[in-house]
């Protein structure tokens, strides 16, 4: 079956920087776009950032632009969200994401604390 394991948050200062990290098994990885999403307290869940199939193609939501890296590893079948200069509005909980044949699947989530 489909799984996404997100890893790699954490508690960082301001200005800090993390690289989350989602494997992904049950489906053949390289088919499909990927997207990281974040959910903050009592707000909805955003999108954060989308990557293509191939790696080429890559999109950002603007509150991020600029601080934020997409990629992926098709050969590890992981998606991967380098985050720089991060601020304590970054603190969330940060999923990954993948559409298969209209189904969504997410994965758990990994914690992302921003404060000093």
């Known amino acids: 079956q489909v799984q996404l394991v997100e890893s790699g948050g954490g508690l960082v200062n301001p200005g800090g920087t993390l690289r989350l990290s989602c494997a992904a098994s049950?489906?053949?990885?390289?088919?499909?776009?990927m997207r990281w999403y974040r959910q903050a307290p009592g707000r909805e869940r955003e999108l954060v950032a989308a990557?293509?199939?191939?790696?080429?193609?890559?999109t950002y939501t603007d509150s991020m632009k600029g601080r934020v890296t997409i990629s992926r590893d098709n050969g590890k079948n992981t998606v991967y969200l380098q985050m720089n200069t991060l601020e304590p509005e970054d603190t969330a909980v940060y999923y990954c994401?993948?559409?298969?044949?209209?189904?969504?699947?997410w994965g758990q989530g990994t914690q992302v604390t921003v404060s000093s």
């Open positions: 990557i293509s199939p191939s790696g080429i193609g890559t």
């Open positions: 049950g489906f053949t990885f390289s088919y499909y776009p």
């Open positions: 994401k993948t559409v298969i044949r209209s189904n969504a699947y």
